[in-house]
């Protein structure tokens, strides 16, 4: 069996990622690239001998695998018999991707994430430490300051679940850490040189909407700048930019401003979702979950994810394809779990454009088409970023591009350009937003 099989095998039926692109967001990324770094600022083998310098590992422990969807990689598992690997994925000039791994059981946490962070310590300058919202937490008073770092990423990806938003992006020197999982099932660290990957909060669904300021706030909190942040965002948000309520939110939700505020977060989003700014309903919905990482349609949430869904979130509309008929949510006559799965396809979200692809291939709920699912393949393909779905995503696309012809493929790979143009337009037709200055009609005229 392939790493890519395993790979699969661990994450397949997960929750994933969903990255939402812009001109703008392209904008955004070809400016950081001109800067950016072609690889790690550190070689394979310094990984290998610092990770096997920990109790977890032996450098006896690593091997190349030839995967045969994205070439060499080298993998290491522990050899004490802890549920953690560490994946090696080179590129053209170097070390492209550090990836980790965890699984329950979760007894020696504290172990792991220490040493994610002696990796961490090879790249990046000690960043500042949030431990407020934590400090009760026996496990985080052990741990070193760049361990508390990194333990603070994972704590605060786990508070914005569920939903199917499951990457957090921050950056510090250059380098990109990108947590995501399904706690408490499974958690994955991924290091990269920052090549503008995006999640929910930088760049954002509608950032060529943001009025200055905004965008300034989104690279402070991409870079975990948060003690900068409120001097830039609260005036914004106290103008009512929607925009800027949804991060001044975020900021309380994650516990980022003090300790975590759940009802002063709602008091923000409720200011975007007065201008149905789909973000901010689906936070509203999604905040507060039982079961952390499990997402309960409940009578007081499902209102709300329908009203996120008509306002054009992919996550909401993801979830409510994944709901059965029940007293909480009954899909509307007519309308199809395939209708609301392709629609959180087209507007961006990967675990959708996966569904899709997937459905197409094996004529589940749709007339099979070899072509359609190959071309949301490579939706799916172009929409990956390093993480739990980047083998996945290659391995993907190429199993469905079996057997196609070449005039398929062309066929396929015109299909794919044009299939998922993403996120309605905001604000709606008839909403008008005063402090952008915005005529709705002119912005989002009906289709």
Known sequence: MSFSALIHRT????????????????????WRSESRADSLPVDGQIVIDTVASSDLFSAEGFVEIDDPYIGPVV????????????????????????????????????????????LASLMIGPPPVFTEPLAEDETLASLSP????????????????????????????GVSFAVEGVPPDIWGITITPDWGYGDQTWPGPYVELDPPGVTEARMLIREGRYDEVEAVLLPLAEAEVPQA??????????????????????????IGGRFKEPASIWSLAAMGSEGWGVFFVSNFKAPLIVRASEAGSADAMFVLAGTNASVNYVRPEG??????TIDAARWGLLGAQQDIALLYATGDGVEGDPVEAYAWALVALSNTGPGLDYIRSHQFAQDLRKGLSDDQIAEAEERSIVIAPGPPAWPPAGVNVPALDIEASEQAPEP
């Not at 090696?88 to 172990?111: K, Y």
């Not at 991060?247 to 300790?259: N, P, T, V, W």
């Not at 309308?335 to 609301?340: A, E, G, I, L």
């Open 245 to 270: 309520a949804k991060l001044m939110g975020d900021m309380y939700r994650f516990g980022r401003l003090a300790i975590p505020n759940q009802q002063t977060a709602a008091d923000w989003y409720l």
């Open 146 to 173: 760049m361990a508390k770092w990194v333990y603070g990423l994972m704590t605060e990806a786990w508070l914005g679940w569920p939903g199917s938003e499951q990457r957090l992006v921050r950056v510090r020197d």
């Open 75 to 118: 993998v290491g598992q522990s050899d004490t018999g802890s549920a953690i690997s560490v994946i090696l994925i080179p590129g053209d000039q170097g070390l492209d991707q550090v990836q980790i791994i965890m699984t329950q059981p979760w007894s020696d946490l504290a172990a792991r994430v220490e040493l994610v962070a002696s």
């Open 11 to 30: 994450v397949t039926g997960q929750a994933r990622n969903g990255l939402y692109a812009t001109c703008l967001a392209c904008c955004f990324l070809i």
């Open 335 to 340: 309308v199809t779990v395939f209708d609301q």
